[in-house]
């Protein structure tokens, strides 16, 4: 293994925003192994407290599933692949179509466009101050450059509202989701997820996916998982996730993907 790839929320982070110092050491470790290490997360890149906290700017994050990669030693986008405005528009009104109390936010280059009643929750409002409510508009979203749509639903659980809308939009952009216990549709670029934008990342370094060591919990994980040569899901993940990787470790509360680094830097097979 040259590379390590590892999703953040629910695989290596906790909710509190906390990584486990054994973690931390893990991935230092690795590091100091010569091995390279990648974040690789459905977060937007203003939303890399958590990781600069734990390990400084440790180099490049792959945000918003792999729609936008940044440099957290520089602090710089290095690359992105946005949805028009129009497109946003087009999928928008086919899932309102479908799912007529669907409410949307457009995660930007610039920060966060929320529909109002985007956020029904108190806590969340004060959590995201960055962002903006308003209605949508193209011209506008094209401006900022949309990296992620993002629409949510009480209606029905997570799959069913993804198995609803995906024949209609399917092409537009691709689509998954990732947040345990809410009906939270991540749509982006029809030819991005993570796995595209790790393995041309890889490739840069002259990595092929059979030297890569990947880590996941979600939906949005399973297509790099698959492509990973060794792919793992903690133990407190989603089955379709563990399904892609064919490997689980200890959940994340029992430090499962540092119990595999420890064991590949001992020499022992992952």
């Known amino acids: 293994m040259r590379l390590i790839a590892s999703d953040l929320d629910g695989t290596i982070l906790h909710a509190d925003e906390s990584i486990s110092a054994r973690t931390v050491a893990a991935f230092a470790a690795a590091r100091n192994a010569g091995l390279h290490v990648v974040f690789v997360t459905g977060r937007p890149f203003r939303w890399l407290g958590p990781v600069q906290r734990a390990f400084g700017h440790l180099g490049t994050v792959i945000c918003s599933n792999g729609a936008l990669v940044y440099d957290l030693e520089a602090e710089s986008i290095l690359a992105s692949h946005t949805i028009s405005g129009s497109t946003v528009l087009q999928v928008q009104r086919r899932i309102r179509s479908l799912e007529p109390g669907a ?14 009643g985007f956020l029904d929750e108190a806590a ?23 990296v992620k ?10 799959e069913a509202f993804q198995d609803l809308v995906e024949p ?12 345990p216990g809410v009906a939270l ?14 393995a041309d990342y890889a490739a840069g370094l002259g ?13 949005n994980d399973v297509q790099m998982l698959a492509w990973a040569g060794r792919g793992y899901a903690v133990d407190s993940g989603h089955p379709l ?3 892609a990787a064919g ?18 830097l001992a020499g022992d097979p992952v």
């Open 103 to 116: 409410v949307f936010a457009a995660e930007t280059l610039k920060g966060l466009l929320l529909e109002p």
């Open 149 to 158: 749509l993002l629409a949510k639903t009480h209606q029905v659980d997570a």
């Open 168 to 179: 209609r939009i399917g092409g537009l952009v691709s689509v998954t989701h990732s947040a």
């Open 124 to 146: 969340s409002r004060a959590r995201i101050r960055e962002a903006v409510e308003g209605p949508f508009d193209a011209g506008l979203l094209d401006a900022d450059g949309v």
């Open 185 to 198: 549709l991540e749509m982006a670029h029809p030819e991005v997820n993570k796995a595209v934008t790790l």
């Open 241 to 243: 996730a563990k399904t």
């Open 207 to 219: 990595i092929g996916a059979d030297e890569v060591l990947a880590f996941g919990d979600m939906p």
């Open 247 to 264: 490997r689980t470790t200890a959940s994340l509360h029992d430090d499962g993907v540092a119990r595999v680094i420890e064991r590949y």
